[in-house]
């Protein structure tokens, strides 16, 4: 074993990993193939850029989002340190300035001494133990061959759907108003209100709206995953399906009426200085010609400048269960070496925090392998040791990539009201982790 580690992907998963390696004193060789080789998604060079999304989703201790940030507080995570730097208002959801995130980012992992960072792509899994392989939803053909040779397994994938973002100064402010759902924090978002009429045309529209033409190998399987469907496929599934979702204008006043919209969209900061505002909830595979025509329908954003259009790529996946253990790392019956570890969104854990929280895992285990140690799993009762069951454990014929909740936490006993039982399981995971840290010496 090395004292130099292998992490392959400068995503969030890749970053953690890193990060966790170094922080242990063991030097880390961090491979990035951008942007000497772009992926369909990325925009930059810039380590752990965000491409779908500014928010990391709520920051509520009695949240399932909320709980795994609080572990990955607690076991170390750099990506929430620098979120915290360029934290943008968000109710209580926690949002950041895009750019300025990925900046923090990078500058944190290349000015470690103990981190090189490689500007070069990765096509074959390096015979080098340990390594952490983090390369995203967005991994190589060249690699996913190499993957595959290794393994003997199939891949799995899903398309995965971006929303369109647009400029501050182009929306109409006389349209819409601000306000957080149920006045939760700032009024950090935008709200567009709609009456029934116009939600009707604007379904009319959407409904017959031309979508993007994919490559012909990709059409053949697409295969959405459900928490990050395309709008004009949620509209498909029945008219009044929006406004039951993304568009339920729960918690809202609209000032000019003094009433509850019928429907409402919304617009959340995507950086500090709130010149672009991404819709929320409206992932699309529309054409952008498309865009222009049926968003500027939308109350306010009829003169709508459009900074970056919605689309949709392919996201991989492996077959986790058939391939990792809960620590992360392949089975040993499939890698010989015993050192190759796994994480990120290619393990089949889904949202942006999901895949840092795999990240700080696998980079502590392939630290641990350097130097002799056992490896380890948060405990089940923790969301981040639950997760990593569910990839390492869901039944194979159900496999679908996961993001955190509370029903993938074990029981607890007895009959409680729903609110009162996700406490109880929130304070059971805090107090497991806490005794796991100490485990660590982390504390």
Known sequence: MADTITVIGGGLAGCEAAFQIARRGLGVRLYEMRPGVMTPAHRSGKLAELVCSSSFKSDSPSTAHGLLKHEMRALGSIVLQCAAMVEVPGGDALCVDREGFADHITRQITSNPLIEVIREEISEIPADRPCVIATGPLTSDALCKSIAKLSGARHLHFFDAIAPSVDFESIDQSKVFRQSRYDKGEAAYINCPMTQEQYD????????????????????????????????????????????GTMKPVGLTDPHTCRRPWVVFQLRHEIVEGSVWGLVGFQTQLRPSEQDRVFRMI???????????????????????????SSLSLKSDIDENQGLFFAGQLIGVEGYMESAASGIVAGINAAGKALGEELITPPKE???????????????????????????????????????RKQLKADRATTAMQAFVKRLHLS
């Open 201 to 244: 045309e604007f379904i009319d529209a959407l409904l017959s709206a031309k979508i993007a033409k994919l490559h012909l190998e990709e059409e053949r399987d697409t295969r959405y995953f459900e928490g990050c469907l395309p709008i004009e496929e949620i509209a498909k599934r029945g008219r009044n399906s929006p406004a039951y």
């Open 299 to 325: 109350p306010g954003l009829k003169r709508a400048e459009f900074v970056r259009y919605g689309a949709l790529h392919r996201n991989t996946y492996i077959d986790s269960p058939n391939l990792l253990s």
């Open 382 to 420: 923790t969301m981040i040791g639950a997760l990593l069951d569910y990839i390492a454990n869901c039944p194979v014929e159900d496999f679908q990539p996961m993001n955190s909740n509370f029903g993938i936490l074990p029981e607890i006993a007895g009959k409680h009201p729903k609110k009162i």
